[in-house]
């Protein structure tokens, strides 16, 4: 039990995560900056805003539900550092995990969403309730497409669904992103993964220029530090659920996490990238986008892999 | 005395006795009704403890209580008291108070003998009571709506009534013993799989999976909710995958066919049901239809046909009937509360029932499949078969598999929808002084609550362990499964620092500020407030899922209605000949006659 609350506070789970987190969202703000010809912050910036946030009054709305208003954010957190934790044991060879864990993991990584869909209806604000429908909505859009490419990396990985075997079999057969349909459904994983982070160009839910920031709008002091905190945590436990299943994980020893390292940073990147080059869609763009082409994309994918490509 | 026939005739005889006591001695028949079912509960617990059981009467008709039954069993009485607990609060004004809890009683006896036969006529006879209590039942609803919704109800179960009748009978001239147990009757020729058939149709028509779902958004609409929270949503759940799962386990022994029809069903009732629950603007109804959508994953994973998947589906009947109860209860406490239940008016109920919002809140994240609650692992079960059907070669598992994950997803957002219109949404209707809350309506509505977190974070430990092994012969299946009580532990750890936390910057003076909500710098009139109900109005106006809503509103998928359609519209071909001029009829005599004479004279000439 010890073991546990060790693994789950510390290392891999919430200070591990978190601290990575804030280094991913440090990368994700130097590259913007850099791309917009801006100095960007320091690598500890994200570290002293929360820490700034946790100093700050906290304003809670008058007619809101208290309890679940302030817990919703601590929720986020939670289900972002259970993600990790579930990553981690295969990763890290600590544990064969638990048969099925790819699908507890699919789940955890809809909390934090799910947390902020709750806190902002907590709030009842109605900017919030529509951040908060939008939200809901994006989830429906990206949540079809990404189960059709979990399906895809099932099937190559020789019909388990065990993270630990998933990583092993990569390691004996080279890793899933190598193959034409393995790359096509990491490419539909990759969109989903953008709009599950939130990111331009599928921050609809938060759009700061149209609903000032949505199920955000009433949150200030630590609670707001927990959302960002939770949401920075996702964008380094997304890229790693990504390079877990798709492209063989990340292997012990010092040259292992190197490579691992790059692949995150490739990752990133990417998803920077996108970010940067790409206007806000509105939400019903986003869901013809994400049930469409996408869709279609990640059918084809498992049609090659049934092909046997 | 056996035990098994004084189980099943003690609610009848007590439940015919209330007709003595007056109607106005409420408290009397709410009491008599309540104990009644405690005593039934605890002899169904002490039933399933010392079970395998079996009494034999006489003509070989027989009565057994195993793994499967036992559980059915313990649920139907567990239900039946929560629901009586329930009734205190929310049926003591009701016109037909006495009705209600002599129907219920009956149906329990009911129940307790359908489930308990191993004759299948005796089966036939328990299940056809049953059709005729919920009959009963939803009539006492009152009004057109309750009368049409009950008749509908009755066809629909009625009619498969008959069809189970004739699988029966087809079965019995194949395998020679009109026993349920031990007949495992190979699907080799089509006469044995419409008996199958036949048996799954009234198996889905009291369970209410597609295409004989109909009948539950009719009767949650016009019955008390608490009627649809005894029957469409609990008891006919439980009933109705017990005859799925016997039938799939002991009657018949499937075939790749036989499982591809379970597999289908369950498919399109998750989606198909879920979608149109998205749409809803009656908290009733979008339950509902809900009760609809999740048969699909009980359906899917005894359709899976292996031990985990069956598993998973049996758990997700208890864990369904467990959270749908919940939920329809709280829906019953909003209705009691502000005499609707149209979300379009509902909302600001947070500050008035806030016990009823946290159970509802609940069983909705339960019912949504999200960790650590009970309906996650009952699906996450499911999944976990139908991914073991991949294994085994077969290219349509992804199929189910997207139906099932995606429908959990949509399941989340309809729940969102309700929560959001009932209880957030800002509006002045209902912010009169906060009224207290029916202690009764509140326990029983919070047992089950609970219910929904032990369920889950126990799952292995509890009813997997004594509940749900046991049926399938207590195999190791869920070896190295997810442990949900290591999650429970972190999750609580991870919450008590939060509270800690807060606690921490609560001490400094002045850190917490209560201020009105911010739109802008406006003051928004308080008119003018989102409800949520047209939440998903974006889905609904794409392309080609635009032309299926309005196709289902027209109710062109409803079999009820087209097969009354059809009726009709061969009734007013006959209507047409029907003039009401005297010349006419007789002329159709006259010729009539010459015809029969016709016909006559050609054989004997």
């Given at each position: 039990m010890i073991k546990g609350i060790f693994y789950f506070l510390i290392f891999p789970g919430f200070l591990f995560t978190a601290a990575m987190g804030c280094l991913s969202g440090w990368f994700d703000r130097k590259l913007t900056a850099r791309i917009h010809w801006r100095v960007g912050p320091p690598w500890y910036q994200n570290f002293v805003d929360f820490l700034k946030l946790l100093g700050k009054e906290i304003i809670v709305p008058a007619d809101s539900m208290r309890g679940l208003f302030l817990f919703a954010p601590v929720t986020a957190v939670i289900g972002a550092t259970l993600l990790s934790v579930v990553l981690w044991q295969p990763n890290l060879r600590t544990d064969s995990g638990f048969l099925g864990d790819l699908i507890v993991a699919i789940y955890l990584s809809m909390i934090p969403a799910l947390a902020l869909i709750i806190g902002g209806m907590a709030s009842r604000n109605p900017l919030a309730s529509l951040g908060a429908s939008r939200e809901m909505k994006l989830m429906l859009a990206y949540e079809l497409p990404f189960i059709v490419s979990i399906a895809t990396v099932i099937i190559k990985n020789?019909?388990?669904?065990?993270l630990y075997e998933m990583v092993q079999h990569q390691a004996a057969h080279?890793?899933?992103?190598?193959s034409p349909s393995g790359f096509i459904a990491f490419i539909v994983a990759l969109l989903c993964m953008q709009a599950k982070l939130g990111?331009?160009?599928?921050?609809i839910a938060e759009a700061e220029t149209e609903i000032?920031?949505?199920?955000?709008?009433e949150y200030s002091g630590a609670p707001l530090g927990f959302f960002r905190l939770s949401k920075l945590m996702m964008l380094f436990a997304m890229p790693v659920f990504l390079i877990t299943v798709f492209w063989g994980g990340i292997a012990p020893g010092a040259l292992g996490a190197a490579v691992g390292l790059g692949k995150l940073l490739v990752i990133l990147l990417v998803a920077v990238l996108i970010k940067n080059t790409n206007p806000r869609l509105r939400i019903d763009q986003a869901l013809r986008f994400f049930w469409g082409p996408v869709t279609v994309l990640a059918v084809i994918s498992i049609l090659l892999t049934l092909a046997g490509l | 005395m056996n035990n098994i026939a004084l189980l099943t005739a003690f609610p009848f005889i007590i439940g015919t006795l209330?007709?003595?006591?007056?109607?106005?001695?409420r408290g009397l028949i709410e009491t008599v009704s309540g104990v009644t079912a405690l005593v039934a509960c605890l002899g169904s617990v002490r039933l399933f403890l010392v079970r395998p059981i079996e009494s034999t009467f006489a003509y070989g008709i027989s009565f057994v209580i195993d793994g499967l039954s036992g559980l059915a069993l313990l649920g139907v009485t567990f239900f039946t008291l929560i629901i009586i607990l329930y009734s205190i609060g929310?049926?003591?004004?009701?016109?037909y108070h006495r009705s209600f809890y002599v129907y219920v009683l009956w149906t329990l006896a009911a129940s307790i003998g359908a489930l308990a036969a191993n004759h299948m006529i005796v089966l036939a006879l328990f299940w056809g009571f049953l059709g005729l209590t919920l009959y009963l039942l939803i009539h006492i609803g009152g009004g057109s709506g309750a009368a049409a919704a009950a008749k509908k109800t009755f066809i629909i179960i009625g009619g498969s009534d008959a069809f189970l009748l004739f699988g029966m009978a087809i079965v019995w001239q194949a395998a020679?013993?009109?026993?349920?147990?031990?007949?495992?009757?190979?699907?080799?020729s089509g006469l044995t799989f419409w008996a199958f058939i036949f048996f799954v149709l009234a198996a889905f028509a009291k369970a209410g999976a597609?295409?004989?779902?109909?009948?539950i958004p009719d009767c949650a609409a016009s019955a008390p909710i608490a009627v649809t929270a005894y029957l469409p949503a609990a008891l006919d759940k439980l009933l109705g995958i017990y005859l799925l799962a016997r039938c799939c386990l002991d009657v018949f022994i499937l075939n790749e066919a036989a499982h591809l029809v379970l597999l289908i069903t369950g498919a399109v009732t998750i989606i198909a049901a879920v979608m149109m629950a998205l749409m809803q603007h009656d908290m009733k109804k979008l339950l509902s239809y809900h009760a609809v959508s999740q048969v699909g994953y009980m359906v899917l994973g005894i359709g899976t046909g292996n031990p985990v998947g069956i598993a998973g589906g049996l758990f997700h009947m208890l864990n369904h009937a467990i959270y749908k109860c919940t939920l329809f209860l709280s829906a019953g406490s909003v209705e009691k509360k502000t005499?609707?239940?149209?979300l379009d008016h509902l909302g600001g109920l947070i500050q008035i029932i806030p016990a009823t919002f946290v159970c509802a809140l609940i069983s909705s994240l339960s019912i949504s499949g999200?960790?650590?609650?009970?309906g996650f692992v009952s699906k996450w079960m499911v999944y976990q078969g139908i991914v073991e059907m991949g294994q085994r070669g077969g290219r349509l598992w992804v199929l189910w598999l997207m139906a099932a994950m995606f429908g959990s997803a949509l399941t989340l957002a309809s729940f969102i929808k309700l929560l959001h219109a009932a209880y957030?949404?800002?509006?002045?209707?209902?912010?009169?002084a906060p009224q207290r809350e029916h202690c009764a309506m509140v326990l029983a509505m919070g047992v089950l609550a609970a219910l929904c977190i032990v369920f889950g974070i126990f799952a292995k430990q509890l009813p997997l362990r004594f509940l749900i092994n046991p049926i399938l012969?207590?195999?190791?299946?869920?070896?190295?499964?997810?442990e949900p009580s290591q999650a429970g532990l972190y999750i609580g750890t991870g919450l008590l620092l939060g509270m800690f936390l807060y606690g921490a910057l609560s001490l400094?003076?002045?850190f917490f500020r209560t201020d009105r909500t911010y739109i802008g710098g406006e003051r928004l009139?308080?008119?003018?407030?989102?409800?949520?109900?047209?939440?998903?109005n974006t889905i609904k106006e794409i392309g080609v899922i635009q032309k299926i809503y309005r196709g289902a509103e027209k109710k062109y998928f409803d079999l009820y209605e087209q097969a009354k359609r059809t009726f009709s519209y061969m009734t007013e071909l006959l209507r047409q000949m029907h003039t009401g001029v005297l010349p006419t009829y007789l002329s159709w005599v006259v010729f009539g006659l010459i015809l029969l004479l016709w016909i006559l004279g050609k054989n004997t000439w």
């Open positions: 020789g019909y388990t669904i065990r080279g890793a899933i992103i190598g990111l331009v160009p599928f921050d000032m920031g949505g199920p955000l709008v | 209330l007709f003595l006591i007056p109607k106005r001695a929310f049926m003591r004004d009701h016109v020679g013993s009109w026993d349920l147990l031990g007949v495992k009757l190979p699907i080799t597609m295409p004989l779902h109909t009948w005499g609707t239940t149209d999200i960790p650590p609650f009970n957030c949404a800002r509006t002045t209707e209902y912010a009169e012969g207590g195999s190791d299946i869920y070896l190295g499964i997810w400094k003076k002045g009139p308080e008119s003018s407030f989102i409800s949520g109900t047209d939440f998903y």
